[in-house]
């Protein structure tokens, strides 16, 4: 299998093959990779991602779309506001302990609307949604965090999140965590632009994500 024999397999290795992928993308380049009907019955029968991409649910961020990758490269896992929960750390760990990924990415993007509804509730608005206090429950301490380093810009604050979502599920005690400190695996935050679709690398598990914003 080409596939499970050609991939990335170090955490440099997929991290450059998806800022190859996004370059493309913004380029308007793209190879569109393994997308085929004969790849497709590849990964029917096996998948080995080369990455899992953790990100914010937004519409706009789909991942094999902004790294120009196929089926079975990227394991993702997607939250409004890339909020952590147990089922997203354990999705996490399954694509890194059980699928053998040796890179996981955080994906945040500007006008982050689950950043925007936080900031709006904490100056006294309401929530549109009965059940989107979960939402801001879980991304008002990042909002909180910026607010001390008197960070003000939605994009500058939507960095802060991400730094801080690497530190949350790159805590100590878990699986995650273990990959990391064995050089199995990395840990990257990401943050997307809508308007040109390119990534910037934000944060690492190893320098500590909550002290990057987009463009440091």
């Known amino acids: 299998m080409a596939y499970l024999d050609h991939r990335p397999v170090t ?25 085929d009907a004969e790849h497709r019955a590849v990964v029917a029968a096996a998948q080995r991602p080369f990455a899992v991409v953790f990100g914010c649910s937004d519409s706009r961020l789909a991942a ?31 694509g890194v302990v059980v699928l053998g990924a040796p890179l996981v990415v955080v994906l945040g993007h500007d006008s982050c609307g689950a950043i925007q509804a936080t900031r709006a509730v904490r100056d006294g608005g ?38 801080r979502t690497v530190d949350l599920v790159t805590r100590p005690g878990t699986a995650l965590a273990d990959a990391v400190a064995g050089g199995r695996c990395d840990v990257v935050g990401m943050f997307y632009r809508l308007a040109d679709g390119k990534v910037t690398v934000t944060a690492t598990a190893a320098t500590g994500g909550g002290d990057h914003r987009p463009g440091e």
Do not use: C, K, M, W
Not at 11 to 35: K, M, S, W, Y
């Open 64 to 94: 094999e779309i902004i790294f120009d990758r196929g089926l079975g490269d990227l394991f993702v896992v997607r939250t409004a506001g890339h909020i952590v929960g147990a089922e997203v750390t354990a999705s996490i760990e399954y």
């Open 126 to 163: 309401r929530l549109p949604g009965r059940n989107l206090g979960a939402i801001v429950e879980r991304v008002t301490p990042s909002v909180e965090a910026a607010e001390a380093r008197r960070i003000t810009g939605d994009a500058e604050v939507a960095g802060v999140h991400i730094g």
């Open 11 to 35: 955490p440099a290795e997929a991290l450059d093959e998806l800022l190859a992928g996004n370059e493309r993308f913004v380029a308007g380049t793209r190879i569109h990779p393994h997308q």
